[in-house]
């Protein structure tokens, strides 16, 4: 296959699954072994397109973030507990990462591993789904500073590639009560940051044994995930509010299943 065609199909994967409950990493992973390349050699690339699907919330959500900075700038109470909430909730990824950053390298090329997540994942959902309380919080801004401790602790289970970092971020907030929307949308915001610093951290690490021609293929591929994230993130908040999250769940199940039987075929 050539690898413009692996880089498009790549930028798709990203932007289709970065902000559904399914992981981003893990089909990044899965995608690349099942179209006959090493998913440990294109590591880098699979994190650093995130800042496409990081471009698209910031395009989607533009007036939020303008209403912040202004309510910043104007010393409003709301924008600073907006604030607040995401930077707590980022905090404990940015430990973790730093801590763990090269024992959890190891786990990016490792399929098996992502087919589990998928599937123990899958399963987690349906349970939270059934189970979860939840009140209308109105907004990030009104989430607890307590409530947005324990979702940036839950976020970092996805470090664990096929964990999903939206969905251990949403259904992690939904179980502590708070609706989907506004944990929806929280873990839209929270992306913003998290992404941002595991793209500048492994193209820190990394950036200097990069391929040839790698940056243009990683350009090419942010494109690709941000025009695609863009159409995603406008049906998911609909969808989850309509459905909620077990179509999700079972498909993690059933491609997890799947990944696990091409893998032990192979």
Known sequence: MPVLLLVIILGIVEGVTEYLPVSSTGHLILATELLGFKADQWALFNVAIQPGAILAIIVLYWQTFIDVLKGLWQREPSAFAFVRNLLVAFIPAVVLGLALGDDIELLLGNAVVVAWALIVGGV???????????????????????????????????????????????????????????????????????????????????????????????????????????????????????????????????????????????
Not at 170 to 197: N, W
Request: with cysteine; aromatic share 10%.
């Open 124 to 266: 987690a959902i349906l349970i939270i789904e059934r189970l979860a309380r939840t009140t209308d919080k109105g907004g990030v801004q009104n989430v607890t500073l307590m409530h947005s401790i324990g979702i940036g602790l839950v976020q970092c289970l996805a470090m664990i590639p096929g964990v999903s970092r939206s969905g251990a971020t949403i259904l992690g907030a939904m179980s502590m009560g708070v609706d989907r929307k506004t944990a929806a949308e929280f873990s839209f915001f929270l992306a913003v940051p998290t992404l941002s610093g595991a793209t500048a951290l492994q193209l820190y690490k990394h950036g200097a044994t990069m391929q040839p021609g790698m940056g243009g293929w990683i350009l090419l591929g942010s494109l690709v995930s941000f025009v695609v994230a863009v159409v995603v993130v406008k049906a998911f908040v609909s969808i989850i509010q309509r459905y909620g999250f077990a179509p999700f769940a079972w498909y993690r199940i059933v491609a997890g299943a799947v990944a696990l039987v091409w893998l032990a075929a192979r």
